[in-house]
T-cell receptor, first 116, second 114 residues
Framework: AQTVTQSQPEMSVQEAETVTLSCTYDTSESDYYLFWYKQPPSRQMILVIR??????QNATENRFSVNFQKAAKSFSLKISDSQLGDAAMYFCAYRGYGGATNKLIFGTGTLLAVQP | DTGVSQDPRHKITKRGQNVTFRCDPISEHNRLYWYRQTLGQGPEFLTYFQNEAQLEKSRLLSDRFSAERPKGSFSTLEIQRTEQGDSAMYLCASSLETGHGELFFGEGSRLTVL
């Protein structure tokens, strides 16, 4: 069974600085998707960034980028120029590609605080 | 496109009562998912539908839980004989069968069982 591990329950960053959130996963599949979702307090979960496993190039979305290491099964999220609005719970998630597995499997999350 | 909507947003009930949550997915999405999230934890998969067919159920889903999506549009999640351990946020999400795999989430329905 696939698992997702986030080993940092909480992180803190100064406004305008850079922070990296860690995620590792375990799977025997070769094709899959990886995601980072953001969940602000009392608000809905929204997609931050997505990575397809077959793509070697790391995904980037504005200030958000990932470091995808397929062999190491590692998928970290880097937030550059952190803003107060980035404060939220961040979840790493895995989804198999095709086949019978269509659900997202989530890690336990990292709570990010942004200090002014 | 109004996104995924869930109702009610909050529900307080007494142990032993039945509760029902409703989810309206994004209109063109044919896949619908239910997750449960407890405080400080990641969402746990409960079940998912493709159109009206319930294709997968988690072993977490006891026989007190039932979900339906009768016409392939909105879905309901019913919990019978609620227990205090059922207190959680129940999240609904939807997605296209095609696409890049991401789920679009609603704001959730928070259940408190007294």
């Amino acid at each position: 069974a696939q698992t997702v591990t986030q080993s940092q329950p909480e992180m803190s960053v100064q406004e305008a600085e850079t922070v990296t959130l860690s995620c590792t996963y375990d799977t025997s599949e070769s094709d899959y998707y990886l995601f980072w979702y953001k969940q602000p307090p009392s608000r809905q979960m929204i997609l931050v960034i997505r990575q397809e496993a077959y793509k070697q190039q790391n995904a980037t979305e504005n200030r958000f980028s990932v470091n995808f290491q397929k062999a190491a099964k590692s998928f970290s999220l880097k937030i550059s120029d952190s803003q107060l609005g980035d404060a939220a719970m961040y979840f790493c998630a895995y989804r198999g590609y095709g086949g019978a597995t269509n659900k997202l499997i989530f890690g336990t999350g990292t709570l990010l605080a942004v200090q002014p | 496109d109004t996104g995924v909507s869930q109702d009610p947003r909050h529900k307080i009930t007494k142990r032993g009562q039945n509760v029902t949550f409703r989810c309206d997915p994004i209109s063109e999405h044919n896949r619908l998912y239910w997750y449960r999230q407890t405080l400080g934890q990641g969402p746990e998969f409960l079940t998912y539908f493709q159109n009206e067919a319930q294709l997968e159920k988690s072993r977490l889903l006891s026989d007190r839980f039932s979900a339906e999506r009768p016409k392939g549009s909105f879905s309901t999640l019913e919990i019978q004989r609620t227990e205090q351990g059922d207190s959680a946020m129940y999240l609904c999400a939807s997605s296209l069968e095609t696409g890049h795999g991401e789920l679009f989430f609603g704001e959730g329905s928070r259940l408190t069982v007294l």
